[in-house]
């Protein structure tokens, strides 16, 4: 049986012997573990996914738009209710007319 060659050598590459190259320098200590930096990295990337996504747009706006309306009824309630009699009073009044 042959094992087809891989390389660019003149013979026959065999696939049990080859060794994964040692690290050396910096990247040596960080053998078999990840890189600090590389969580990190990923970590602002999670958030750069999440400040893009805007599933949850639609509802912050029905809940903003909700919030200035209960807003302006506080503010305004006793030119509201003053208004209701008015239209309620007038609708009486020509009720009874009929």
């Known amino acids: 049986?042959?094992?087809p060659s891989y390389g660019t050598g003149a013979g026959k590459h065999n696939l049990e012997r080859s060794?994964?190259?040692r690290l050396a320098?910096?990247?040596a200590a960080f053998r078999g573990r990840q890189h600090p930096?590389?969580?990190?990295?990923?970590?602002?990337n999670?958030?750069?996914?999440f400040?893009?996504?805007?599933?949850?747009?639609?509802?912050?706006e029905v809940i903003l738009i909700l919030l200035v309306l209960i807003a302006l009824v506080?503010?305004?309630?006793?030119?509201?209710?003053?208004?209701v009699h008015t239209i309620l009073g007038k609708v009486v009044s020509q009720s009874n007319q009929v």
């Not at 930096?37 to 602002?44: A, H, L, N, P």
Request: net charge positive; hydrophobic share 40%.
């Open 19 to 21: 060794r994964p190259q």
């Open 51 to 60: 400040f893009r996504e805007e599933d949850g747009v639609g509802v912050v």
């Open 74 to 83: 506080l503010i305004f309630k006793q030119q509201l209710i003053s208004l």
């Open 37 to 44: 930096i590389c969580g990190t990295v990923r970590k602002m």
């Open 46 to 49: 999670e958030m750069k996914r």
């Open 1 to 3: 049986m042959t094992v």
């Open 25 to 27: 320098g910096p990247a």
